[in-house]
Antibody, heavy 121, light 110 residues
Framework: EVQLVQSGAEVKKPGESLKISCKGSGYIFTNYWIGWVRQTPGKGLEWMGIIYPGDSDTRYSPSFEGQVTISADKSITTAYLQWNSLKASDTAMYYC??????????????WGQGTLVTVSS | NFVLTQPHSVSESPGKTVIISCAGSGGSIANNYVQWYQQRPGSAPTIVIYEDIQRPSGVPDRFSGSIDSSSNSASLSISGLKTEDEADYYCQSYANSNWVFGGGTKLTVL
């Protein structure tokens, strides 16, 4: 069974750094692209970027390029989403999802449970 | 830019059929596969239709997808509505190396 398990909710202050994780299991982790999707009440679902754990090839949405860093450690089948300096506007639910119909993949076939990030002073 | 537009909300009675639309603009919806996701309150999205009409295993055949090239739109049909179908539904397409989501439709089953 394919599973993506994300790290727990975070509460941070503006300017702080953060790295959230997404551990994949039940499939060959290095064979599928993983994406990160942001969900906010105002803007709905937005793809942020994707990574191929096999060689760490990474692509970013223009809206998020330079704002976040996506990485993966294939030895522990885990993908990451990282911020160096959080803003209040980063408050959102973040999902990782495995792509299908690729490469890299036309759709998000399996989703993690989500990580709620709250940024507030 | 390719944009997908959905109605904000729809409602229908149990046992009936509902159709949720997803209008494309800035490109041809028929040239890019459309997916549909269901998101129940407090849960992550799950895919219910992929590549326009395909149903993942475990998704009941009450769910079906279609494409109308003439109106440049996609539709999700849910027949025999159940209260458990009450959720937000999002269409999504992949165009120009970009994963585009519709704004979502809240389905109320009353």
């Amino acid at each position: 069974e394919v599973q993506l398990v994300q790290s727990g909710a975070e509460v941070k202050k503006p300017g702080e750094s953060l790295k959230i994780s997404c551990k994949g299991s039940g499939y060959i982790f290095t064979n599928y692209w993983i994406g990160w999707v942001r969900q906010t009440p105002g803007k709905g679902l937005e793809w942020m970027g994707i990574i191929y754990p096999g060689d760490s090839d990474t692509r970013y949405s223009p809206s998020f390029e330079g704002q976040v860093t996506i990485s993966a450690d294939k030895s522990i089948t885990t993908a990451y989403l990282q911020w160096n300096s959080l803003k209040a506007s980063d408050t959102a639910m973040y999902y990782c999802a495995r792509l299908g119909g690729g490469p890299p993949g036309r759709y998000f076939g399996y989703w993690g449970q989500g990580t709620l990030v709250t940024v507030s002073s | 830019n390719f944009v997908l537009t959905q109605p904000h909300s729809v409602s229908e009675s149990p046992g009936k059929t509902v159709i949720i639309s997803c209008a494309g603009s800035g490109g041809s919806i028929a040239n890019n596969y459309v997916q549909w996701y269901q998101q129940r309150p407090g849960s992550a999205p799950t895919i219910v239709i992929y590549e326009d009409i395909q149903r993942p295993s475990g998704v009941p055949d009450r769910f079906s997808g279609s494409i109308d090239s003439s109106s440049n739109s996609a539709s999700l049909s849910i027949s025999g509505l159940k209260t458990e179908d009450e959720a937000d539904y999002y269409c999504q397409s992949y165009a120009n190396s970009n994963w585009v989501f519709g704004g979502g439709t809240k389905l109320t089953v009353l």
